[in-house]
T-cell receptor
């Protein structure tokens, strides 16, 4: 069974640009969540999507957005990139039920220069 | 306001001995807890979870204990192996609110041969 796949693995962008990251969850998983990991702030929740609807949102500015498609694949978008957006972005997938294990992808390392 | 705390940033243990990693939480709505192992620049790997209706869960060398009254959980690894050396994160969720995970800051475990 394939795991969570995130693309691309590495990305370098310039301040002010926008970026789109992609996540394909484990087959059969309908919940997809996104997290940001930085050295200073640790692992922080961005948002969760379930059945194409945002179910939860973390405390991030509106420049961070996401969506989920009917096949459960998800994308997150960051507009007007800032240097502080440099981080490892992680996607996690879970079965449909609440309170189930979340399995993470390898992450996308975004560097903003 | 850190709702999940891992107060020991690092732990060093001899191979074959027990490793005990601790985690405290403040949000009484949390009812589902997970432990993850993580290597640099990779996604967290799920280890073990526990629901608040239980006080112990075992899976091979890993055992998680939950003390709800103290809002404390711990992960025991017995026996510890050099391959267990990594950063360990505890995470908590309110299962009535979705699959949003709140992470602790992590504990770096070093198992010496």
């Amino acid at each position: 069974k394939a795991g969570v796949t995130q693309t691309p693995r590495y990305l370098i962008k310039t301040r002010g640009q926008q970026v789109t990251l992609s996540c394909s969850p484990i087959s059969g998983h309908r919940s997809v969540s996104w997290y940001q990991q930085t050295p200073g702030q640790g692992l922080q929740f961005l948002f969760e999507y379930f059945s194409e609807t945002q179910r939860n949102k973390g405390n991030f500015p509106g420049r961070f957005s996401g969506r989920q498609f009917s096949n459960s694949r998800s994308e997150m978008n960051v507009s007007t990139l800032e240097l502080g957006d440099s981080a490892l972005y992680l996607c996690a997938s879970s079965l449909a039920g609440l309170g189930t294990e979340a399995f993470f992808g390898q992450g996308t390392r975004l560097t903003v220069v | 306001d850190q709702q999940v705390k891992q107060n020991s940033p690092s732990l060093s243990v001899q191979e074959g001995r027990i490793s005990i990693l601790n985690c405290d939480y403040t949000n009484s709505m949390f009812d589902y807890f997970l432990w993850y192992k993580k290597y640099p620049a990779e996604g967290p790997t799920f280890l073990i979870s526990i629901s608040s209706i239980k006080d112990k869960n075992e899976d091979g060398r890993f055992t998680v204990f939950l003390n709800k009254s103290a809002k404390h959980l711990s992960l025991h690894i017995v026996p510890s192996q050099p391959g267990d050396s990594a950063v360990y994160f505890c995470a908590a969720s309110d299962s009535n609110a979705g699959n949003m995970l709140t992470f602790g800051g992590g504990t770096r475990l070093m198992v010496k041969p």
